[in-house]
């Protein structure tokens, strides 16, 4: 099925056309881009638009119209009057989806009036967040009650088929108006990267219906993937990240196979690695770009005089691991693999004179508040031995403390570099 997508561009490659496409292909349909203008702009700032003329507008949906089976059109920046009146005449009969650009999240305008955004509302789904609503309905909105009233009034006054107000600036739970009927949709803040947020928000709608969901349905789909695109937002981007889904299965797949052919070359070292293993057994743990986190399931345990792997590589397979793993990627996130073995003074020395770079953390340093909370003495113990070398520590290790083994953690840039470094370890 196709989508058509009605927007203009965004060169910071966060928001609008690039968004809408992502989102399209990545939920599985087929994307029919058209542009209205063209915005100079970067996730910090607008700096001015250029909209297409509206015969080029109408043209480009001209094209596709009748030689795609469309199930839906998503508007969103709309620029002038003259193109939303082209686009309302050549998307007549399509189920719309509108998304009431009027300023970007930086708060620049994207539209010359609010009478332009108007002329597409009547039988289209309407997806304002809470400024845009207060515009469309000339109501205050400071709360979820007042959500619902400005939705029924839009959806009322000018004619709506439907409308979805967003919380994103307000609690993040979204409201429905559809049929006469109130719907709550509630959300909880994600962290991360927000611009785009609206964009992807609509064009997954329009995704959903094009699938054939009910209404109600498809805006709480929109929700959770939206949530997944700000969860899984990246840096560079400083945007929301629409591939996410894509993106997240294809690094836990990576990730989980890396991690298995690992663990079969560990497997090789078992006679010597034998003595290095703890009571509490060995476990190795990977990190996707994402930051989720493989290992083994049961741990790597003593086996007769070698050494063997209790269960299968599983996400979230070991908690000690992961929180060790994803403290030393906030101070260097190139690290992605540790695996912790039984401390020994030669362990830690041959670890120096291989030119490892070796710290420690000493639980008799930490403070007491952190020891009563039981949860964060990993996280503290990292950040101490991290801060303590200066430098990204190859091998952290600690010397135990009241019914705690000592241990030595091993960490690398992939899981290979830590096989290496356990090879190199434990040859004799
Ligand atoms: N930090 C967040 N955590 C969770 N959900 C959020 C967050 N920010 C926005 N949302 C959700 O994202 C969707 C889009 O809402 P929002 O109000 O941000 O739209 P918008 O203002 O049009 O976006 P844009 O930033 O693209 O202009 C809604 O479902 C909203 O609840
Ligand atoms: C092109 C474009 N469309 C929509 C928005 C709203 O975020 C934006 N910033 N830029």
């Known amino acids: 099925m196709a989508v058509l997508i009605v927007a203009g561009l965004d060169t910071g490659g966060g928001a609008g056309l690039k968004a809408d496409i992502e989102t399209v292909s990545a ?58 009146e082209a686009v309302k005449q050549e998307t007549e009969g399509l189920t719309r989806v509108l998304d009431p650009v009027m300023e970007s999240s930086t708060g620049a305008k994207l539209v010359d009036s609010v009478e332009s955004v108007k002329v597409l509302i009547l039988g289209s789904i309407v997806t304002p967040n809470v400024p845009e609503a207060e515009a469309l309905s000339g109501l205050k909105i400071r709360s979820i009650e007042e959500m619902k009233e400005a939705a029924k009034v839009i959806a009322e006054e000018l004619g709506a088929e439907a409308v979805v107000i967003k919380g994103g600036h307000l ?7 559809w049929k006469g009927k109130l719907y709550e949709f509630p959300g909880e803040r994600v962290e991360g990267f927000t611009h785009g947020t609206g964009c992807v928000f609509s064009s997954a709608l329009a995704v959903f219906l094009a699938k054939g ?29 629409p591939l996410w889904e894509l993106e997240r299965d294809a690094h836990r797949w990576r990730a989980k196979g890396e991690l298995e052919e690992a663990v079969k070359e560990l497997m090789e070292l078992g006679e010597k690695l034998n003595p290095h293993v703890p009571e509490v057994g060995t476990n190795f743990a990977l990190a996707t770009p994402f930051s989720e986190v493989f290992a083994v399931k049961g741990r790597i345990v003593r086996y007769g005089g070698t050494i063997k792997p209790v269960g299968p590589v599983e996400f979230n397979a070991s908690d000690h691991l992961r929180r060790a793993l994803l403290k030393m990627r906030e101070f260097y996130p190139e690290v992605r693999a540790v695996l912790n073995l039984r401390y020994s003074e030669e362990l830690v020395e041959k670890a120096k004179k291989l030119g490892l770079v070796v710290s420690f953390y000493d639980r008799r340093e930490e403070p007491e508040d952190v020891k009563r909370a039981e949860k964060g003495t990993m996280e503290w113990g990292i950040e101490s031995a991290v801060k303590r070398v200066g430098k990204r520590p190859d091998l952290i290790y600690h010397l135990g403390d009241w019914g705690k083994e000592p241990m030595v953690l091993i960490f690398g840039r992939s899981a290979m570099e830590v096989v290496e470094r356990v090879r190199a370890l434990s040859s004799r």
């Open 27 to 84: 939920l599985g349909e087929h994307p029919l881009p058209v542009l209205t203008s063209v915005t100079y702009q970067n996730p910090s700032e607008v700096r001015g638009y250029h909209t297409l003329p509206p015969e080029v507008v109408r043209e480009q949906i001209r094209a596709v119209r009748g030689s795609f089976k469309i199930g839906a059109v998503k508007i969103g920046m709309l620029g002038s009057r003259e193109i939303a």
């Open 213 to 241: 969901f009910e209404l109600p349905e498809t805006v709480e789909r929109a929700k959770r993937f939206v949530e997944g695109s700000i969860r899984f937002s990246k840096a560079e981007a400083r945007a929301v990240n």
């Open 171 to 177: 609690s993040y739970t979204d409201v429905l108006y």
